[in-house]
């Protein structure tokens, strides 16, 4: 088996907009840089796949239909694309009165298929392992179970009604 890793980033520049935020919101400058990242998997029977991300809010049928024509080294069928679910992000679908970025469009489908070509040609034998850890650091669950039974989004473990959350963090 051989796998091999990319990142290619994106600039959003300033006055764009963003979405995820239920009202307009431009970008006035641009403080950690944007990527989409690659992961081509090739098993020894020659066959491939692709696992991309992309630091957007979402993956939309456009998108992930453009970032797989422009791909040469997977076949379209095999190629897997998700979202970091930024809030940070250019808009590359439509959300509420925000439009869809035609020109951040191009721009991330690019940057995602440049990733999984680059990663197609970075190919290496690997081995695979796994390893399991937890970071509580980062994120939190602010999904909370109440003595009642209902779920609340943005609840408190502080709140003397709470129950306990409702997973694990992300």
Do not use: Y
């Not at 994106?10 to 935020?21: M, R």
């Not at 919101?25 to 403080?31: D, F, H």
């Not at 020894?44 to 797989?68: C, E, F, K, Q, Y």
């Amino acid at each position: 088996m051989r796998a091999g890793f990319a990142r290619v980033g994106f600039a959003v520049p300033a006055g764009t907009l963003k979405i995820g935020w239920i009202r307009k919101i431009v970008g006035n400058r641009m403080l950690d840089p944007l990527h989409a990242r690659a992961a081509v998997v090739e098993g020894d029977d020659g066959g491939r796949i692709a696992v991309v991300a992309l630091d957007t809010l979402s993956a939309p049928w456009r998108l992930v239909s453009r970032i797989r024509s422009g791909i040469r080294s997977v076949p379209a069928d095999r190629v897997l694309v998700s979202a970091t679910h930024t809030h940070a992000g250019p808009a590359v679908a439509r959300e509420g009165d925000v439009p869809r970025d035609e020109h951040m469009l191009a721009t991330v489908a690019a940057a995602a298929a440049s990733a999984v070509e680059q990663a197609a040609a970075a190919l290496s034998p690997v081995e695979i392992g796994l390893g399991i850890a937890q970071e509580q650091g980062v994120s939190f669950n602010r999904r909370v179970i109440f003595q009642d039974g209902f779920v609340r989004t943005h609840g408190s473990l502080k709140d003397p009604q709470a129950d306990r959350l409702e997973g694990p963090v992300d």
